[in-house]
């Protein structure tokens, strides 16, 4: 290991289920810097994470450490206890005692000086929910730093901050880095990159396309392009017609606290639109609330020609058929017959068929569903028993069943296999043909690419543009979620 580096990874290969998620790849932390690993999701960073921090073991490579380096880890997800007190979260293990008791004067003599490093002014004895949420992280950051690491992994340390905690995190990573400790900063941002980090390194398909470049000598397109490769980028032709009628979606000024400001947008009849935006951004907070799932603070919205949604029952009334992105906790009863499950919102929640229709006429309605989907299972198949695919196409059945006119997606193909993800896409189509009018989010970039007719992008809570005609790719969609999009056609 050369002069100054903390931490040298390489060769690291980790299997899951035969599928590699980390094939060769490495990284190399210098002390006094802040190191940004960035990637598409599934790219490999999680894995990574998790086996530079220890909780996870390698089943190829090397990764060498220098003597008596500690590592601390601040995950996205806070680890904090919110009805303890901000002492207590600060020292959750083993802290400090005399005659038996709990020493506080020794614990706050000890974390005054961190916390003032931080610039958090908080009272120790205060409930750690009553905190906003910036301090709240900068109290984890806190607890990790009384560790004394030499090594500080950062993962997703801003994804739901707002934009003066951001600022506030900057001067943090200032104090950080010159104490000499190695920030592992990891990022869907990259404007942050470019902001905070001396260094990058880019996983793609779990291979480093990038390797520990300098800052100054990239810039945020060219880290999109290490990050998606050399993909063919080609437009499908479209040849659905739009249908001239009043918009059945319609969003006009709307605000919800903390998620969207003064968001506005219409969706027509027999399109398919697109909404994408980084974590925390506000495109899924735009479906809730065409869903009835979110109430909102100012602004006016019409689905259906009904009105703003107060519920999703109400949303369902008006129209709406939404397929949740966690299909076994929102969108099936998995321990039930299909028939079942494709029958439920059409015949239990809008009463279609009458107040008790056979058992028989509610099978042949689900055949009929499950042929023009192709579902692999019959009516009578518990649906636990399905693959997550035939999962999938059972809660598109279910939604096919009230004939919407305005049909939300979220993650749609999550799970799926290429040939599922085809038949979606062709279902989808088949929709917007029929005159729906169809809103979808994805994480998958390149299904927006493939579905959508335009893609609305969002950016910290507001509708910044949007992507569409020749202009659609992966790519540009990829640079408009960190800076805005245009919406020139």
């Avoid at 083993?94 to 916390?115: I, Q, T, W, Y």
């Avoid at 969706?267 to 974590?279: F, Y």
């Avoid at 989907?373 to 997550?388: E, I, K, Q, Y």
Wanted: hydrophobic share 40%; charged share 25%.
């Amino acid at each position: 290991m050369a002069h100054g580096d903390i931490l040298v990874a390489q060769g690291l290969v980790k299997s899951y289920g035969g599928v590699r998620a980390l094939d060769g790849a490495g990284v190399r932390l210098r002390g006094g810097e802040v190191h940004a690993l960035v990637g598409e999701n599934g790219a490999g960073k999680s894995t990574l994470v998790r086996i530079v921090s220890g909780t996870l073991t390698a089943e190829e490579g090397a990764m060498r450490l220098a003597k008596d380096t500690r590592i601390a880890t601040v995950s996205q997800e806070l680890s904090l206890f919110p009805d303890l007190t901000v002492r207590e979260n600060l020292f959750p293990h083993h802290p400090p005692r005399r005659l038996g008791l709990l020493d506080r004067g020794a614990m706050d003599r000890a974390a005054r000086p961190v916390l003032d490093e931080l610039g958090l002014d908080v009272d120790f004895d205060t409930e750690l929910g009553e905190l906003p949420l910036a301090d709240q992280q900068l109290t984890e950051i806190a607890r990790a730093l009384l560790r004394h690491p030499r090594l500080l992994i950062l993962d997703e340390p801003t994804s739901a901050l707002p934009a003066a905690a951001v600022d506030r995190l900057e001067g943090v990573l200032r104090t950080l880095t010159g104490r000499g400790i190695a920030v592992l900063y990891v990022t869907h941002f990259l404007e942050e990159v470019m902001r905070f980090a001396q260094r990058v390194t880019v996983l793609r398909d779990g291979r480093v396309a990038l390797a520990g470049v300098r800052r100054e000598e990239v810039d945020v397109p060219e880290l999109v392009t290490a990050m998606l490769g050399g993909r063919p980028e080609q437009r499908p032709r479209r040849t659905r017609t739009v249908v001239d009628l009043p918009p059945p979606v319609v969003l006009s000024g709307v605000s919800v606290p903390g998620r969207l400001t003064d968001v506005t947008f219409t969706v027509r009849a027999g399109e398919v639109v697109g909404v994408a935006g980084l974590q925390g951004a506000g495109h899924l907070s735009a479906l809730e609330v065409v869903c009835g799932r979110t109430a909102i603070s100012a602004g006016r919205v019409d689905v259906g020609g009904r009105g703003l949604p107060r519920s999703l029952r109400d949303a369902v009334r008006s129209g709406v058929a939404f397929v949740p992105s966690d299909r076994k906790r929102y969108g099936l009863m998995v321990d039930r017959e299909v028939w079942e499950n494709t029958t439920s919102v059409s015949w239990l929640g809008l009463g279609r068929g009458g107040i008790a229709p056979s058992r028989s006429e509610l099978v042949r309605r689900t055949v009929e569903l499950t042929e023009r989907l192709r579902l692999g299972g019959g009516p009578h198949d518990v649906v636990a028993r399905l693959s997550g695919g035939n999962q999938q196409k059972v809660v598109f059945a279910k939604w096919l069943a009230t004939d919407p006119r305005i049909v939300v997606l979220d993650d749609p193909t999550r799970g799926v296999d290429v040939g599922v993800r085809a038949e979606m896409h062709r279902i989808v189509g088949e929709l917007a043909s029929g005159g729906a009018a169809v809103l979808i989010a994805s994480t998958d970039l390149a299904e927006l690419t493939e579905v959508c007719d335009r893609v609305l992008v969002f950016v910290r809570g507001r509708l910044t543009g949007e992507v569409h005609g020749a202009h659609l790719t992966e790519h540009a969609l990829a640079v408009a979620m960190q800076h805005g999009a245009s919406t020139s056609r």
